[in-house]
């Protein structure tokens, strides 16, 4: 047993005490109100530069941009956490609505910066991002600057930004209204229990079929009850979104998604043919799971069940004593950040209804603090999720003294930082396995994730990449979503399964997301760029943890292409690197169907 008892609700106190009716919040918010304020008179009276000694200017304001940036990330983190662990918090909407407003706001007054430094000449440009004021930023000046020539003019712009916050983000808004108010009955040890939506999803861990099947087809006909009011709010994000291309002349809708991911549609194919490549291993694993099951063909419930039936639990300290055991085994520094966070309550992870569904990991920046929110209830797949959400941590923790706006790292290199955290856990899993059954298990585990980010990833992009087509065209009825989701699924999957989720694009919170289109290809990017991070780390041995750390404190300063380039020395818009990333996911499923054998 563990030493250690460690608190399972975070605190939000340390940070603003009292909640969404913190006073002290209340006085941050009006804080930041006046902050932008000034920065967006600054920025106004900011004359274009015509020699190379103004540097100094442009630092001057890009240090007033940094001071609201902080605030924004801190005020939106805050109430994310409270709209989290309370879906009821109504109070906390409404603080969401106003910063929202303000980042509107800030985005009008980026969108005026950036366009006066696009009206700088080229060569002066140049010579001003040699300057010491601006060196170390040059990367995303430079990004800033292009992406102002790809845009509407100023007022154009200024009024997409305003209309978003009730357009755009409202949608989003109304989803999490929605779903917060989506409860699921069940029977259990003789008593009717009614579970939010987050807990009945973790139903579908359980070893019993029956009980799989019935949380299936209860959040089946859950989502399809309300499923004409998330066809709206699906089709009005991305109207919103499909208008705003249309009009800034962007017809391919993967152009926003690669920009904000700092990487090529070169990159996205090579990776994507690559699985496609070794995708019939991964539906041989498929086929002997459903045979280990009883079962002629896997359902869509059934690929995430657990082949060994056990009702072995992990504690959460357990959990907790083990990730940091691992962590310490590749770097004392990583090790001593998850001890922190976990003696810190940097962790929501309490077992009870009224918290939203799934997990994540959010930023404090100006606190230089994190919080992770989860729901714990025991499973092997919940210690893989803390380790996860506690490379996030780590990530944006080493980031903490380098500049704010080198801090913008995209979701794809995000994913890698988890998904190596994860990997280090889940690999001494299985090594430390007490018997075969439970080595087999943890295998297995391994490999769902390899589905996951394989098969499941897949069908959600495609599904988007199709919808969103089909969108230019007008309203998508919520019909034909449900036809080109099972359609997504059955080419993802090969086809192997025998019952599929329609009302998937209704249940994956990630479409209905504003901040990132295509919540979807970087999670398969940041798993398989992760691979090939940690196949390097095993063979150098040395140094490792130091090397890691630089990449990660690059994340938000350049290309993935140009960081893989750098610190692994690999071309990511060629297969290679790809491939053997993938072969290295295959040699799991060899070994389970190796152990498996009759």
């Known amino acids: 047993m563990p030493d250690t008892t460690y608190d399972q609700k975070w605190d939000l106190d340390v940070i603003f005490e009292g909640g969404s009716e913190s006073d002290a919040f209340h006085q941050y918010l009006q804080e930041a109100q006046e902050k932008l304020q000034n920065l967006s008179h600054l920025v106004n009276e900011y004359t274009i530069p015509t020699e190379v000694s103004q540097a100094k200017d442009l630092r001057k304001v890009i240090d007033h941009v940094e001071g609201v940036e902080l605030r924004l990330r801190e005020s939106f983190a805050f109430v994310g956490c409270l709209s989290a662990q309370d879906v009821t918090d109504k109070k906390a909407l409404q603080h969401r609505a106003k910063i929202s407003e303000m980042a509107a706001g800030f985005s009008t007054v980026m969108t005026t910066l950036e366009q006066k430094l696009n009206k700088i000449d080229d060569s002066l440009w140049k010579e001003l991002l040699a300057q010491p004021e601006l060196k170390e930023l040059s990367f995303v000046l430079n990004e800033k600057r292009e992406k102002a020539k790809e845009k509407l003019s100023l007022e154009q712009e200024s009024l997409i930004n305003d209309l978003s916050v009730d357009g755009y983000q409202g949608w989003d808004s109304m989803y999490s209204t929605i779903v917060g108010k989506m409860k699921i009955t069940m029977e259990e040890n003789g008593e009717t229990k009614e579970l939010s939506v987050g807990q009945a999803s973790n139903k579908m861990g359980s070893s019993d079929r029956s009980v799989r099947k019935e949380m299936f087809h209860k959040l089946q006909d859950a989502w399809e009850e309300n499923e004409d009011l998330f066809g709206e709010t699906l089709n009005h994000l991305a109207g919103f979104r499909v208008q705003t291309y249309k009009h800034r002349g962007w017809d391919n809708v993967l152009k926003e998604p690669m920009d904000i991911n700092r990487m090529s549609e070169k990159t996205l194919n090579a990776m994507w043919n690559a699985i496609n490549k070794y995708k019939d291993h991964f539906v041989e694993y498929l086929n002997r799971k459903a045979t280990l099951l009883g079962l002629e063909r896997l359902s869509w419930y059934d690929v995430g069940a657990p082949i060994v039936s056990s009702d072995q639990s992990v504690s959460y300290d357990e959990g907790a004593e083990f990730i940091v055991e691992q962590f310490e085994k590749f770097g004392p520094k990583m090790a001593s950040f998850a001890k922190m966070a976990f003696e810190n309550s940097w962790i929501e992870a309490e077992d009870r209804s009224g918290k939203r569904p799934g997990g994540f990991c959010t930023s404090f920046p100006d606190s230089k603090q994190t919080r992770i929110f989860m729901t714990y209830s025991g499973t092997a797949s919940n210690v893989s999720t803390l380790a996860h959400e506690l490379g996030h941590a780590f990530h944006q923790h080493v980031m903490d003294d380098v500049h704010s706006m080198n801090q913008g790292y995209a979701m794809n290199v995000a994913e890698t930082a988890s998904t190596f955290a994860e990997m280090i856990v889940a690999d001494a899993a299985v090594k430390h396995a007490s018997n075969e059954e439970e080595r087999l298990s943890l295998l297995e585990d391994k490999i769902?994730?390899?589905?996951?980010?394989?098969?499941?990833?897949?069908?959600?992009?495609?599904?988007?990449?199709?919808?969103?087509?089909?969108?230019?065209?007008?309203?998508?009825?919520?019909?034909?979503?449900?036809?080109?989701?099972?359609?997504?699924?059955?080419?993802?999957?090969?086809?192997?399964?025998?019952?599929?989720?329609?009302?998937?694009?209704?249940?994956?919170?990630?479409?209905?997301?504003?901040?990132?289109?295509?919540?979807?290809f970087p999670y398969t990017f940041?798993?398989?760029?992760?691979?090939?991070?940690?196949?390097?780390?095993?063979?150098?041995?040395?140094?490792?943890?130091?090397?890691?750390?630089?990449?990660?404190?690059?994340?938000?300063?350049?290309?993935?292409?140009?960081?893989?380039?750098?610190?692994?020395?690999?071309?990511?818009?060629?297969?290679?690197?790809?491939?053997?990333?993938?072969?290295?996911?295959?040699?799991d499923v060899d070994e389970f169907l190796q152990m498996t054998a009759e």
């Open 448 to 520: 769902q994730r390899s589905v996951a980010f394989f098969m499941n990833i897949h069908s959600r992009f495609l599904f988007e990449k199709r919808f969103y087509e089909e969108r230019k065209q007008g309203l998508v009825p919520v019909d034909r979503l449900n036809t080109i989701m099972v359609e997504a699924q059955k080419e993802a999957f090969l086809d192997s399964l025998d019952e599929y989720e329609p009302h998937f694009w209704a249940s994956k919170l990630h479409f209905h997301k504003v901040g990132v289109p295509f919540y979807n």
């Open 526 to 587: 940041g798993y398989l760029f992760s691979q090939g991070i940690y196949a390097k780390a095993l063979e150098e041995g040395s140094d490792v943890e130091e090397n890691y750390i630089a990449l990660l404190q690059d994340t938000g300063r350049m290309k993935v292409e140009d960081l893989a380039k750098k610190h692994l020395d690999i071309d990511l818009e060629q297969p290679d690197f790809w491939e053997s990333a993938v072969k290295l996911c295959v040699k």
